[in-house]
């Protein structure tokens, strides 16, 4: 079935370490996206990427990292600079263009990292 | 880059209440707006969205929202909730010049039986 898998779906870390979620689509999407989700703050955008090989920062990159070397991948980096990354962190995709069904965004089940 | 206001963070209603949550948003340029809706324990999920056309729009379950563009507002409504329709839901806007989609706080709803 066509979609998005994030894993791990839970995880843990010490301060100090970094950490990689990863985000797989087949959905055949231009555009990805990674949010965190915090309670009282909806959906807060860290990174989106538009086009393999390309991104751009959102409102709260700082302390995150990410790339696009594939069209259906777009891992997201926790790195120890971020100041307070006990979240639940969302993946999406989109088609992009200008059409009916852009726009709209397929998310996966979240990936909760929590650190001790 | 555009942000988004939601007016209220929880609203509690009775069933068959009337529903409407605001929605404000500012960008200059052309957007497509949405709401979204997450169930407990679910994903999130599209409820309606606003390309162009009728400023009026119909989603799943009954809801509705209308797209005012004088006053940069998408709110959301629904005439009966049910106890069901008890959820946290988001309002998202997306530039058509980047593809850069924001969401507001969110605004959950309790809906009591």
């Known amino acids: 079935d066509g979609g998005i898998t994030q894993s791990p779906k839970y995880l843990f870390r010490k301060e100090g370490q970094n950490v990689t979620l990863s985000c797989e689509q087949n959905l055949n999407h231009d555009a990805m996206y990674w949010y965190r989700q915090d309670p009282g703050q909806g959906l807060r955008l860290i990174y989106y990427s538009q086009i393999v090989n390309d991104f751009q920062k959102g409102d709260i990159a700082e302390g995150y990292s990410v790339s696009r070397e594939k069209k259906e991948s777009f891992p997201l980096t926790v790195t120890s600079a971020q100041k307070n990354p006990t979240a639940f962190y969302l993946c999406?995709?989109?088609?992009?263009?200008?059409?009916?069904?852009?726009?709209?965004?397929?998310f996966g089940e979240g990936s909760r990292l929590t650190v001790l | 880059a555009q942000s988004v206001s939601q007016h209220n963070h929880h609203v509690i209603l009775s069933e068959a209440a009337s529903l409407e949550l605001g929605c404000n948003y500012s960008?200059?340029?052309?957007?497509?707006l949405f709401w979204y809706v997450q169930y407990p324990g679910q994903h999130l999920q599209l409820l309606l969205k606003y390309f162009s056309g009728d400023p009026l729009v119909k989603g799943i379950k009954g809801f509705e929202a209308e797209f005012i563009k004088s006053k940069f507002s998408f709110n959301l409504r629904k005439p009966s909730v049910q106890w069901s329709d008890t959820a946290e839901y988001f309002c998202a806007v997306i530039s058509y010049n980047n593809n850069d989609m924001r969401f507001g706080a969110g605004t959950r709803l309790t809906v009591k039986p």
């Open positions: 960008y200059g340029g052309t957007v497509n």
């Open positions: 999406a995709s989109s088609r992009t263009g200008q059409g009916a069904d852009t726009g709209e965004l397929f």
